[in-house]
T-cell receptor, first 111, second 110 residues
Framework: NAGVTQTPKFRVLKTGQSMTLLCAQDMNHEYMYWYRQDPGMGLRLIHYSVGEGTTAKGEVPDGYNVSRLKKQNFLLGLESAAPSQTSVYFC??????????FGPGTRLLVL | GDSVTQMEGPVTLSEEAFLTINCTYTATGYPSLFWYVQYPGEGLQLLLKATKADDKGSNKGFEATYRKETTSFHLEKGSVQVSDSAVYFCALNAGNQFYFGTGTSLTVIP
């Protein structure tokens, strides 16, 4: 039981490049979340999903897209990366009425 | 909208000192409240939670009581250890979303 895993762990992009972050969970959780963590800002919700095939916007969705084609995976895409998207990205998942479980994070640097 | 306001850090304490980290919230309805801990280079881990007013969450010597009248969920520990050095986040769950405070960094020195 690996819990929540994130790929990659670290990435450097140039402005304008695109990339996809992968989150995978093996706990059969319905809900999945993508957050970004910035100094002094805490965690801010980007997008979330309440089940396979569904997605919804969180607090800071601009510049990101997501997909939940399979229940166990939640993908976060950056179509055209900007320096303001330099951050640490965390994925989390949970069952209904239960606590979130977090992945180890992905550090993204956009130059 | 819903939000969490958390005591700013950093906080530095000597081993065995008493810890309090303040957290207040704004929410419509009746949210669940959480404290998460983040160790360097890791993701967040649940420390404790409370789901209704007057509930007390506790774990590893940490405690927090859900106070609806003061909209607070302050984290306390009677005697901190060096291993408690980490960043602590207060959070609330409203509907499908979670809202986090900005985090409080705690350093415990021997």
């Amino acid at each position: 039981n690996a819990g929540v895993t994130q790929t990659p762990k670290f990435r450097v992009l140039k402005t304008g490049q695109s990339m996809t972050l992968l989150c995978a969970q093996d706990m059969n959780h319905e809900y999945m979340y993508w957050y970004r963590q910035d100094p002094g800002m805490g965690l801010r919700l980007i997008h979330y999903s309440v089940g396979e095939g569904t997605t919804a916007k969180g607090e800071v969705p601009d510049g990101y897209n997501v997909s939940r084609l399979k229940k166990q995976n939640f993908l976060l895409g950056l179509e055209s990366a900007a320096p303001s998207q330099t951050s640490v990205y965390f994925c989390a998942s949970k069952r209904t009425e239960e606590t979130q479980y977090f992945g180890p994070g992905t550090r993204l640097l956009v130059l | 909208g819903d939000s969490v306001t958390q005591m700013e850090g950093p906080v530095t304490l000597s081993e065995e000192a008493f810890l309090t980290i303040n957290c207040t919230y704004t929410a419509t309805g009746y949210p669940s409240l959480f404290w998460y801990v983040q160790y360097p280079g890791e993701g967040l881990q649940l420390l404790l939670k409370a789901t209704k007013a007057d509930d007390k969450g506790s774990n590893k010597g940490f405690e927090a009581t859900y106070r609806k009248e003061t909209t607070s969920f302050h984290l306390e520990k009677g005697s901190v250890q060096v291993s408690d050095s980490a960043v602590y986040f207060c959070a609330l769950n409203a509907g499908n979303q979670f809202y986090f405070g900005t985090g409080t960094s705690l350093t415990v020195i021997p």
